[in-house]
């Protein structure tokens, strides 16, 4: 019996030029849709990096509206010291307030309920907001004479604007030169803090660009300004 050879011809199957190729596309393919999805990651990054520099400034200037606004309580003045209410070389505020919480809180020492001084017990009336800036950012720093000293409310601040005035006033949100201020308010400052009545705060979020110019996703640079208008309800309390 004689045995025939067995062909192979017809059989299907892939040169090894057309592996090369396939892989190389795949690879080509992966390597895209690795950096896509990497920069998605990261411009999903900087995004919540924006929203936490906004929530971080949104509860610092109720912290600060809530504290101002009780300023003067049981004094004989709107509770600003006016010397420790300045405005520094590069433009930022900072501001002093003072009052006497503890008048009718009958758990308190008579030191703490007859004025402002008592270390533990005389937290939160004698307080200064100011900008502290670092090599890396800029801080919003609250500092209490008789409580906790130190803390910092906000991480990612670039300014801190205070305005007093003797009444309720109007305004605009910036100008194109300055956009991290108010303008155009209806009425003049008063000349000193000490004669204030009627308080305005803006403070300035500088939010970073997100992602590259001309992909998915991108947002420039841009500043984002909050104000607070708060009115010294303590100011005119011997008046009444």
């Keep these: ?21 396939a892989m190389t596309v795949t690879l080509v393919l992966l390597g895209i849709a690795t950096t896509m999805l990497a920069r998605a990651l990261n411009i ?8 936490d520099a906004m929530a971080d400034a949104e509860r610092a200037l109720n912290i600060m509206s809530r504290e101002i606004a009780q300023s003067g309580f049981n004094l004989t003045d709107n509770g600003i010291v006016a010397a420790d209410s300045i405005t520094d070389a590069n433009g930022n505020s900072t501001i002093r307030i003072r009052a006497n919480l503890n008048k009718f809180v009958t758990s308190a020492s008579t030191g703490a309920r007859a004025g402002i001084g008592t270390q533990g017990e005389d937290a939160g009336e004698d307080v200064k907001y100011f900008i502290y800036p670092t090599q ?17 409310l906000a991480n990612r601040l670039d300014s801190l604007h205070i ?78």
């Design 163 to 240: 305005h007093y005035f003797a009444q309720k006033v109007s305004y605009s949100a910036g100008t194109a030169a300055a956009p991290c201020d108010i303008s155009s308010p209806s009425q003049a400052e008063v000349a000193s803090p000490a004669l204030a009545q009627y308080v305005v705060i803006a403070v300035c979020v500088q939010q970073t660009a997100t992602g590259k110019p001309r992909d998915p996703g991108y947002q420039p640079a841009h500043n984002t300004l909050l104000t607070s208008d708060v009115a010294l309800r303590n100011a005119n309390l011997l008046n009444y």
């Design 44 to 51: 999903r990054a900087r995004a919540n990096d924006n929203v």
């Design 1 to 21: 019996m004689k045995l025939r050879p067995t062909s192979t011809k017809g059989e299907a199957g892939f040169s090894l030029i057309e592996l090369v190729i």
């Design 136 to 152: 890396s950012t800029t801080l919003l720093a609250r500092y209490d004479a008789y409580g906790t000293g130190s803390t910092v």
